[in-house]
């Protein structure tokens, strides 16, 4: 299944290679632009679909991801599982809960991101739950690029687990070659540093 899952990201360019500045602040040579694949209707649902299968077990009550990137993933993750979707938005810097979303007493939330490269956001939203008196029941995501290591307080499943290396830019070896840098994504400030490289 993993193979069949990167084939179709690779299919819709969504896994690039190049110089990129990250969301996160960290330098990588591979990025993965989950919204090229998710553009697609019938693949953000079968993705979706995959995803709620590895997480059923969880019994969710919800399934919330931080805007912008998770917001089409947690959405056709809640549509396979038959709950509620919510997404987190930033707000003074912070992810909060808006537009009018609230998590019940003892709910129980499934965290869902597009892609885990730090797991910041995904901690993030993880505590805006447990604020509210909801449980964390799970972690799910499309694409985890910590190769495994990134541990939360509970369970983690993802569609695709890869090792893409993430470095600081003071021990970058790309930025120690010289290699321009891009900076995709949708963070405040995002945008393509090189037009012959888009995200």
Not at 93 to 116: K, N, Q, T, Y
């Amino acid at each position: 299944m993993t193979t069949d899952w990167l084939a179709r990201f690779r299919r819709y360019g969504a896994v690039q290679e190049g110089h990129f500045l990250l969301s996160s602040g960290l330098h990588s040579g591979v990025y993965v632009q989950a919204a090229l694949i998710l553009q697609h209707p019938d693949e953000a649902e079968a993705l979706g679909c995959a995803l709620a299968d590895l997480v059923r077990p969880l019994h969710p009550d919800l399934a919330i991801g931080p805007a912008l990137g998770a917001v089409i993933v947690a959405h056709e993750v809640a549509r396979a599982l038959r709950v509620r979707a919510l997404f987190a938005e930033r707000a003074d810097g912070r992810l909060a809960l808006r537009r009018g979303f609230a998590v019940a007493p003892g709910e129980r939330a499934l965290i869902v991101e597009d892609v885990i490269t730090t797991g910041g956001s995904t901690a993030e939203v993880a505590a805006l739950v447990r604020e509210a008196g909801g449980v964390v029941a799970g972690v799910a995501a499309l694409v985890d690029r910590t190769g495994g290591r990134r541990a939360f307080d509970a369970p983690l499943q993802a569609l695709l687990t890869l090792d893409l290396p993430a470095f600081p830019a003071g021990a970058c070896p790309l930025c120690r070659a010289g290699v321009p840098t891009t900076k995709p994504g949708s963070r405040p400030g995002a945008g393509v540093g090189n037009p012959n490289n888009p995200p």
